[in-house]
């Protein structure tokens, strides 16, 4: 389920890199992932082979073996128990914050200035742009895009590191 777009227009991407410093920045509001528009607060949780379903701030869910979830935010936070070593997050969108628990076999993380916290993960993909990532441990880490912060306590294995500005480092 990666690489699912956001339908945000050119000017809100630069406005959230630049939270919204430049002149003539205004309020992202909504944005709409796969036709569906995700107010400001709330979020979507997507499974396989469901329809997307708007969720408030705060929300938990549940991934499971072999149903992968895209969790896409709009300044909300989410919480996700991995039920399963197999199950597999993509997390995206604008800000929020997401704390992962359990088990996970493959978290990707995408999007502008999200906060996550995960626990014991197999493998860990981040791109996008200014999000913030802790985790307690993984076996492998590639990290890409601009002004992404890594910080671990045991990778086993770190990946690639490429993009501008990014950084991992150990506590």
């Known amino acids: 389920m990666r690489n699912k777009a956001l339908s945000l227009s050119a000017a809100a991407v630069l406005c959230a890199l630049t939270i919204g410093t430049l ?14 528009s995700i107010p400001e607060g709330k979020a979507t949780v997507k499974t396989k082979g469901a329809a997307s379903e ?3 701030s705060g ?16 300044k909300a936070n989410a919480n996700v128990i991995c039920d399963d070593s197999t199950s597999e997050i993509d997390i995206q969108g604008l800000g929020g914050t997401v704390s992962v ?4 076999n493959v978290v ?3 999007g502008f200035g999200a906060t996550v916290n995960l626990g014991a993960v197999q493998d860990i993909t981040l791109e996008g ?4 990532v802790d985790v307690d441990s993984a076996e492998t880490l590639s990290v890409a ?18 993009g501008i500005d990014n950084s991992t480092r150990a506590r």
């Open 145 to 162: 895009g601009l002004s992404n912060e890594v910080t671990y306590g045991k990778i086993t294995t770190i990946g690639h590191v490429d």
């Open 23 to 36: 002149a003539g920045c205004g309020t992202v509001t909504a944005f709409t992932v796969d036709g569906v």
């Open 129 to 132: 742009a200014s999000n913030t």
């Open 101 to 104: 628990s359990g088990a996970c």
């Open 59 to 74: 929300a938990t869910v549940h991934a499971k073996a072999n149903a992968p979830v895209a969790l896409t935010l709009n």
């Open 108 to 110: 990707n993380i995408s």
């Open 54 to 56: 708007i969720v408030d």
